[in-house]
């Protein structure tokens, strides 16, 4: 288990680890659980991280981090790898949970949105998505997400291979592709894993920010 890239979002869109720094675009820099947060305006902010480290075909991978956000009536695209036809983002939805798209060829490979924990009230919520991908086996295509230290109920079921092979940027705050979902709010301590986490482990990093609160 190693972090592969971190942006704590303190001011820049930097990544910890100076493998995959981030260009802002509109981006307001406020305070945020660690020490500062991007707050993204939800029509024109975003961060580009030019990268190839982010496909992750036939793995397990887990994307982590903090959203402050009002209720919206659309998607939000909290992190995406995410072209027309390949790649995977994390998404508040429409109804205002948590949402994790995996993209097969031509069709969705699996849409798994949350059921049991409101994340859009305008409070911070540390949320964890750890994303299983198959090239060769549809029913290997998994996502596990917790909200706040706890397993989130999530519907949705695979319907295809994982397609991995996008050329887009990794991108927060909006995909790259017609349909963006620009997400409105404050995002912080990004982090992607090559590993799966264990429920101690997210459970344990969600005590530990919120006690710095």
């Not at 992750?56 to 995410?82: C, D, E, L, Q, Y």
Request: charged letters at 10%; glycine letters at 8%.
């Amino acid at each position: 288990m190693a972090a592969i890239a971190q942006w704590r979002l303190n001011g820049n869109a930097n990544d910890v680890l100076a493998l995959s720094n981030g260009t802002s675009t509109n981006i307001t820099w406020q305070a945020g659980i660690e020490h500062g947060s991007a707050y993204f305006n939800g029509v024109s902010s975003v961060i580009n991280i030019p990268s190839t480290y982010f496909k992750f075909p036939n793995t397990t991978f887990t994307v982590s981090g903090w959203i402050k956000a009002a209720r919206t009536s659309t998607n939000g695209a909290i992190m995406a790898f995410n072209g027309v036809t390949a790649g995977w983002a994390v998404f508040t939805s429409g109804s205002g949970y948590l949402q994790v798209l995996l993209k097969g060829s031509g069709t969705n490979c699996l849409t798994a949105i949350g059921t049991k924990y409101i994340i859009l009230d305008n409070n911070w919520h540390y949320l964890c998505a750890i994303i299983t991908t198959s090239t060769t086996n549809i029913n290997s295509n998994n996502v596990i997400m917790y909200v706040d230290g706890k397993l989130e109920t999530a519907t949705g079921v695979p319907t295809s291979v994982y397609n991995y092979n996008s050329t887009d940027n990794l991108t927060i705050g909006r995909r790259n592709i017609a349909s963006p979902y620009y997400y409105k709010g404050n995002i912080d301590a990004i982090l992607i894993d090559n590993a799966a986490w264990t429920n101690n482990m997210i459970l344990n990093k969600y005590l530990f920010y919120k006690g710095i609160i």
